[in-house]
C-alpha cells in the first residue's frame, strides 16, 4: 500500500512524541501523521522547571547542542531547543494543538484505529482514523499538593505549587515555608532555593521530610558523547553527595537530584532547614510536630506530581474488547513488553511505558523505543503487513524477571508514586543498567510477535535471510579457495 493509505497517530508534543516525529521523517521518509497535544505548544507541560540531569540529556543524539548556558538548563531554554527542531522538521504543520485524545479503539476488520479526539476549550469532538497508535504521554504532569497535611486550605497568605509559580509575586521582606525537597525540587528547591535566597530580606525555611542525595555538576562539552553512551552518566548514578556524606548506592528509590547552587545556598544566614515535621497548616503559618508555631507570609509546595502511569489516561481499545487499562489492572498495575507494548493491542506502542525510568534520562530511553517502533511499524506503512500484536506469553516472560529483581531492591521497601497505591507492584523503575534497556530494544525478536497481513513481509524477510546466507558462503568459499592455495604454495 502507499503512504496515503496507512496513517499513524502520536499522542503528545513533547519531547518523546516530537522524537518519534523526527524519526517517521527522516528514518522512514513518512509524513502522512498528525500529533495530538492538549497544550497550545511543543516541549510539554514543565512549565517553570529545569532539567534534573545534565543538560546534553535534553538534546537529540541526532540534533546535539552544545551551548546551553546551564549544565542544568531552564525550562524556556529546553523548549525552545525543541521548538527550533519542530521548525526545522516541519512538524507544525502534523500537529493538533489544544486536543485531547478521549480513544482509540481498534477495528480488526479494517486493521486500523478508530480515534476520538477533543478541543480542550469549546469540547467539539473530531473522529479519525490511524494504523499506528504511539502514546508519547509524559508520566508527571498534575501538580501534587499536600492535602494529607492537615489545613492546606486554611492558609491565608500567598500559596502555591512550584509548577505553578506566579509571575507577579514580591517576595521581598517576606517569610517564606518551601515544603519538599526530593527530585521535583531540583526543579523547585534546588532551582528556587538559591534564587530566591539571594535576597537577604527574604527568609527562607525548608521542610524536609526526607532528605534527598545531590548530584554536583559534571559536564563537559568534550564529554558529551561520551555520557551519552552511558560511561560518565552511570558513574554519576552510583556516586552522588548526600548532605555532607558521599554515598556508594546500586540500587535506591530515592531520584539523585542535580545540584547547581542549592547546597551553596544553605549556607545564607535567611536560610533555614526544618527536619522536625508538619502536624498543620494554620491561618497564618505551620505548626511543627513538635508544637512550635512558625508564622509565614508565602508557602511554595515543592512536592512533586502526580504520576499518570498506575491509571492509563485515555481508553485504548484492541482486540476482543481488551483495554489497556483492564490489562494493568488485570496484572497488578502498569505492565508491557519492555515497556513498549501490550498484549491484545495490535499497532500500539508506547514511550516512557512501564518500568522504563533507567538512571539516564527520558530522552535517552524515548531515542531506544523509538528506534524500536521504526522496525516494527515499517513493514505496516510500506504496506508489507497490516498489524503486529505482542504476544502474552514472551510479555509474562519477561515482567517476571523484572519483578523478581525488583524484589531484591531498595524499591520495594518505601511508599512511592512509582508503586500500584504508593506501596504494592513497582511499575516505574527499570532495574538493570541502561545498557541492559539498549541490548532488549536493538531490534525486535519477531518469534514474540503475531503478524496479520503479513505474507509479503514474511517473503521479503525470507529472501533476505536467504541472500546474507548465500553472502556468508561466498566469503568462506573464497576464504577457504585463499586459504588452500597458500597452503599448496607453501
Not at 293 to 308: E, H, N, Q, R, S
Not at 450 to 474: F, N, P, T
Request: glycine share 8%; charged share 15%; with cysteine.
Amino acid at each position: 500500500m502507499s503512504e496515503i493509505q496507512r496513517r499513524v497517530a502520536i499522542i503528545g508534543a513533547g519531547v518523546a512524541g516530537l522524537t518519534q516525529a523526527i524519526a517517521l521523517k527522516t528514518k522512514l521518509k513518512f509524513h502522512n501523521f498528525t500529533i495530538f497535544e492538549k497544550g497550545s505548544e511543543v516541549g510539554g507541560v514543565w512549565r517553570g522547571c529545569s532539567s534534573d540531569v545534565d543538560i546534553h540529556w535534553y538534546s537529540l543524539s541526532t540534533d546535539l547542542y552544545p551551548y546551553w548556558n546551564k549544565s542544568h538548563g531552564l525550562q524556556p531554554e529546553i523548549q525552545a531547543y525543541w521548538i527550533e527542531l519542530s521548525k526545522k522538521y516541519d512538524l507544525y504543520p502534523h500537529i493538533a494543538f489544544n486536543t485531547k485524545v478521549l480513544s482509540a479503539e481498534w477495528d480488526d476488520a479494517k486493521q486500523q484505529y478508530t480515534i476520538v479526539a477533543e478541543d480542550v476549550f469549546s469540547g467539539k469532538k473530531t473522529t479519525s482514523v490511524a494504523h499506528v497508535v504511539i502514546s508519547a504521554l509524559g508520566i508527571l504532569e498534575a501538580p501534587n499538593l499536600p492535602y494529607e497535611i492537615p489545613g492546606v486550605r486554611r492558609f491565608q497568605g500567598v500559596s502555591f505549587h512550584s509548577a505553578q509559580w506566579p509571575g507577579s509575586i514580591d517576595l521581598q521582606n517576606k517569610r517564606v515555608a518551601v515544603i519538599g525537597n526530593a527530585a521535583s525540587g531540583y526543579t523547585t528547591r534546588a532551582q528556587f532555593v538559591p534564587s530566591i535566597s539571594e535576597d537577604p530580606s527574604v527568609e527562607v525555611v525548608n521542610f524536609i521530610r526526607t532528605p534527598a542525595c545531590s548530584l554536583l555538576p559534571f559536564t563537559y562539552p568534550w564529554v558529551i558523547k561520551l555520557s551519552r553512551n552511558n560511561v560518565i552518566s552511570r558513574l554519576q548514578a552510583d556516586w552522588f553527595v548526600g548532605g555532607t556524606q558521599t554515598c556508594a548506592i546500586l540500587s535506591f528509590s530515592f531520584h539523585a537530584v542535580a545540584d547547581s547552587g542549592f547546597l551553596e545556598s544553605l549556607c545564607r544566614s535567611n536560610v533555614t532547614l526544618n527536619f522536625d515535621g508538619i502536624a498543620e497548616i494554620v491561618e497564618n503559618g505551620i505548626i511543627a510536630k513538635t508544637g512550635e508555631m512558625l508564622p509565614f507570609d508565602v508557602i511554595v509546595y515543592a512536592t512533586g506530581f502526580i504520576g499518570k502511569q498506575e491509571r492509563y489516561p485515555m481508553h485504548v481499545r484492541g482486540l476482543n474488547g481488551a483495554t489497556v487499562q483492564g490489562y494493568y489492572d488485570a496484572h497488578g498495575g502498569p505492565t508491557a513488553y519492555i515497556g513498549t507494548a501490550i498484549p491484545d493491542t495490535p499497532n500500539f506502542y508506547l514511550i516512557n511505558g512501564p518500568n522504563t525510568g533507567t538512571r539516564t534520562s527520558a530522552l535517552f530511553i524515548a531515542e531506544v523505543q523509538v528506534a524500536y517502533i521504526l522496525q516494527l511499524i515499517e513493514p505496516v506503512l510500506n504496506g508489507s503487513a497490516s498489524s503486529f500484536t505482542i504476544k502474552a506469553t514472551p510479555t509474562d516472560t519477561y515482567n517476571a524477571k523484572l519483578q523478581d529483581q525488583l524484589s531484591r531492591s531498595v524499591h520495594v521497601h518505601c511508599y512511592s508514586f512509582a508503586r500500584t497505591n504508593g506501596t504494592d507492584k513497582v511499575f516505574y523503575p527499570f532495574p538493570w543498567p541502561a545498557t541492559v534497556w539498549w541490548w532488549l530494544l536493538r531490534r525486535p525478536n519477531w518469534d514474540h510477535y503475531m503478524a496479520v497481513g503479513a505474507d509479503k513481509w514474511v517473503r521479503a524477510r525470507r529472501i533476505k535471510a536467504a541472500k546474507k546466507i548465500l553472502k556468508c558462503s561466498a566469503v568462506l568459499t573464497l576464504l577457504w579457495s585463499y586459504i588452500s592455495g597458500s597452503a599448496q604454495r607453501v
